[in-house]
């Protein structure tokens, strides 16, 4: 059974910086689609950053230039370095992991998304303020 958890969420304010951890157990990951996902109140979960099997990145428009994946797989952990931070960056940050992610094309580039069913951590909160 794989395991996700999540830390490093806290309050900031504009323009600061944080850097997210997952860490993963029960499985080498490194052959999954992984990555970050974010939900608002109110809102729909929105894909952040993902790894796909083959090691391709993928960033959302929203955080590109700002946010950066990364993982150690030495320590099965996976990271969203977080810089820049804007108050619509306030949201739960879940990572999630799915051996069998679907891929996807969108305005020309290839990204996986793990499924709703698959491997999803608790979520760590991350709260910006103006």
């Known amino acids: 059974q794989v395991q996700l958890v999540e830390s490093g969420g806290g309050s900031v304010q504009t323009g600061g910086s944080l850097r997210l951890s997952c860490a993963v157990s029960g499985d080498t990951y490194s052959w999954y689609c992984r990555g970050w996902f974010r939900q608002a109140p109110g809102k729909e979960r929105?894909?952040?950053?993902?790894?796909?099997?083959?090691?391709?990145?993928s960033v959302a428009d929203s955080v590109q230039g700002r946010f950066t994946i990364s993982e150690d797989n030495a320590k099965n952990t996976l990271y969203l370095q977080m810089n820049s931070l804007k108050p619509e960056d306030t949201a739960m940050y879940y990572c999630?992991?799915?051996?069998?992610?679907?891929?996807?094309?969108?305005?020309?580039?290839?990204?996986?998304?793990?499924?709703?069913?698959?491997?999803w951590g608790q979520g760590t909160q991350v709260t910006v303020s103006s």
């Open positions: 999630a992991a799915d051996p069998l992610a679907p891929t996807y094309l969108d305005r020309g580039r290839f990204y996986c998304s793990p499924r709703q069913d698959s491997y």
């Open positions: 929105e894909r952040v950053a993902t790894i796909g099997r083959d090691g391709r990145i």
